[in-house]
């Protein structure tokens, strides 16, 4: 199988820039080849060519090394197959990632690994189901969201996932037994339920589109977003659905927009995705209590301009970089995609795309694709230390920065600020 890094969160920004910089290096050698005599001049250019060979070798070498898991992993007859390709992938990726430390290719290549795991272990509990004599499953689609839904899944991403089935008792019963079984292999091969426990083999997070409809205009109820003369669905009660709380969403409207389909019937997930943002433009209640969620969140700034770290152990000198960046990038962005009216669940694919429609300041935009990339490539690195059993989650101690990478957060971080000011303006304006 050839697996190929295709374009994606850096388009908008390596068009141009990517060219540039050939240009420039180009320009360096040739610059530095007229003051060389012949011979030197020759030394240089195969130093060149020595250092692109070697690259080109170890992407080869990685390609065929990846590619050969992925190809196994079509042919895997037991979760414990499934278990020990996932352990060799992880350590493929990590070994590629500490070398490139290039996130685009990072997140695609956990998202292809999360993906290729999800649908195989489908396929493995359907087949466990019909040797158990359960019969031909029906139609259904299996989602995810949060990291994974953004394709943004790194090493040890927490699984939330969606089940989205047919009509008829039937296909309740056998999505039940499915997504329970496939939960327990997903565990076995280190996908774990986040703590909120968003899973198909918990009643609340599988059901028929019709079903799905009620939970969904039930939570935009609870959350206040069904407002006085706007009518939720004809002919629904709303004070009589779901009165068990095994069917109640545990989750904030707004954090359904990360929504995928990974497998399945994918227009049955797309109809689901379409429920989702139906809901949104119903009860924008919802999203306008979401933008003040947003709002709220902590600067990574004190009053000085000084980084916001813990004063006490075990994490004096440390800043939570999830909470102070990675988070509220995440939110803010999905928060302009989703009234904005874009469809992209990915943070940086989406602020290409508010870019594209002029719904956000061209150099703002450019500096949160830049700033993310660096908060994500942070936060993978602190990932991978963890993963080695070396780091501490999301705790970064800024002062161990080296003074490139310092500066390039520190612009990350005033680009994120800069958005949640103007997103409070926006607030303050409609309020």
Same mark, same amino acid.
């Given at each position: 199988?050839?697996?190929?890094?295709?374009?994606?969160?850096?388009?908008?920004?390596?068009?141009?820039?990517?060219?540039?910089?050939?240009?420039?290096?180009?320009?360096?050698?040739?610059?530095?080849?007229?003051?060389?005599?012949?011979?030197?001049?020759?030394?240089?250019?195969?130093?060149?060519?020595?250092?692109?060979?070697?690259?080109?070798? *170890?992407?080869?070498?990685?390609?065929? =090394?990846?590619?050969?898991? !992925? @190809? &196994? +992993?079509? $042919?895997?007859?037991?979760?414990?197959?499934?278990?020990?390709?996932?352990?060799?992938?992880?350590?493929?990726?990590?070994?590629?990632?500490?070398?490139?430390?290039?996130?685009?290719?990072?997140?695609?290549?956990?998202?292809?690994?999360?993906?290729?795991?999800?649908?195989?272990?489908?396929?493995?509990?359907?087949?466990?189901?019909?040797?158990?004599?359960?019969?031909?499953?029906?139609?259904?689609?299996?989602?995810?969201?949060?990291?994974?839904?953004?394709?943004?899944?790194?090493?040890?991403?927490?699984?939330?996932?969606?089940?989205?089935?047919?009509?008829?008792?039937?296909?309740?019963?056998?999505?039940?037994?499915?997504?329970?079984?496939?939960?327990?292999?997903?565990?076995?091969?280190?996908?774990?339920?986040?703590?909120?426990?968003?899973?198909?083999?918990?009643? *609340?997070?599988?059901?028929?589109?019709? =079903?799905?409809?009620?939970? !969904? @205009? &039930? +939570?935009? $109820?609870?959350?206040?977003?069904?407002?006085?003369?706007?009518?939720?669905?004809?002919?629904?009660?709303?004070?009589?659905?779901?009165?068990?709380?095994?069917?109640?969403?545990?989750?904030?409207?707004?954090?359904?927009?990360?929504?995928?389909?990974?497998?399945?019937?994918?227009?049955?997930?797309?109809?689901?995705?379409?429920?989702?943002?139906?809901?949104?433009?119903?009860?924008?209640?919802?999203?306008?209590?979401?933008?003040?969620?947003?709002?709220?969140?902590?600067?990574?700034?004190?009053?000085?301009?000084?980084?916001?770290?813990?004063?006490?152990?075990?994490?004096?000198?440390?800043?939570?970089?999830?909470?102070?960046?990675?988070?509220?990038?995440?939110?803010?962005?999905?928060?302009?995609?989703?009234?904005?009216?874009?469809?992209?669940?990915?943070?940086?694919?989406?602020?290409?795309?508010?870019?594209?429609?002029?719904?956000?300041?061209? @150099?703002?935009?450019? $500096?949160?694709?830049?700033?993310?990339?660096?908060?994500?490539?942070?936060?993978?690195?602190?990932?991978?230390?963890?993963?080695?059993?070396?780091?501490?989650?999301?705790?970064?101690?800024?002062?161990?920065?080296?003074?490139?990478?310092?500066?390039?957060?520190?612009?990350?971080?005033?680009?994120?600020?800069?958005?949640?000011?103007?997103?409070?303006?926006?607030?303050?304006?409609?309020?």
């Amino acid at each position: 199988m050839t697996v190929t890094l295709e374009a994606g969160s850096g388009n908008y920004l390596s068009d141009r820039k990517t060219k540039r910089l050939f240009d420039e290096v180009c320009d360096g050698i040739f610059r530095q080849l007229r003051s060389l005599p012949v011979e030197e001049g020759r030394e240089l250019l195969a130093q060149v060519r020595s250092t692109l060979q070697e690259e080109i070798t *170890a992407e080869q070498s990685f390609q065929k =090394e990846f590619g050969g898991l !992925l @190809e &196994e +992993l079509l $042919r895997v007859a037991t979760p414990v197959e499934l278990a020990r390709l996932h352990k060799g992938l992880v350590g493929v990726v990590t070994a590629s990632f500490s070398r490139r430390e290039s996130i685009p290719a990072f997140h695609l290549l956990c998202t292809t690994i999360l993906d290729s795991i999800v649908t195989q272990a489908l396929r493995l509990a359907e087949e466990e189901l019909k040797h158990s004599g359960v019969g031909a499953p029906p139609g259904y689609a299996w989602l995810v969201m949060g990291a994974a839904g953004r394709r943004e899944a790194t090493l040890s991403t927490d699984m939330e996932s969606l089940l989205v089935h047919e009509p008829g008792p039937d296909a309740a019963k056998y999505c039940s037994r499915l997504a329970e079984r496939v939960a327990a292999i997903l565990g076995e091969c280190g996908f774990q339920k986040n703590g909120r426990g968003i899973m198909p083999d918990t009643p *609340a997070w599988r059901a028929s589109p019709e =079903e799905w409809e009620e939970r !969904l @205009e &039930e +939570l935009c $109820r609870r959350s206040g977003g069904t407002q006085s003369g706007s009518p939720a669905l004809p002919g629904r009660r709303l004070g009589n659905i779901f009165s068990h709380r095994a069917t109640t969403l545990n989750t904030p409207l707004f954090e359904l927009a990360d929504l995928r389909v990974v497998s399945g019937d994918a227009p049955l997930g797309g109809q689901l995705i379409a429920l989702v943002r139906g809901a949104a433009e119903r009860h924008p209640a919802c999203i306008l209590k979401a933008a003040q969620t947003v709002t709220a969140l902590p600067s990574p700034f004190s009053f000085l301009g000084n980084y916001r770290v813990e004063r006490s152990p075990p994490h004096r000198g440390c800043m939570d970089l999830n909470r102070l960046a990675s988070l509220p990038l995440v939110s803010m962005v999905r928060l302009q995609a989703v009234t904005g009216g874009v469809a992209e669940t990915g943070t940086l694919e989406r602020i290409q795309q508010l870019l594209k429609r002029g719904t956000l300041d061209v @150099e703002l935009g450019k $500096r949160l694709l830049q700033g993310g990339i660096e908060i994500f490539r942070l936060m993978a690195l602190l990932e991978a230390r963890e993963h080695a059993g070396v780091g501490d989650g999301a705790w970064l101690l800024p002062d161990t920065l080296p003074p490139s990478d310092e500066n390039a957060l520190r612009q990350a971080l005033e680009a994120v600020a800069t958005l949640q000011k103007v997103i409070q303006s926006s607030l303050a304006q409609r309020v």
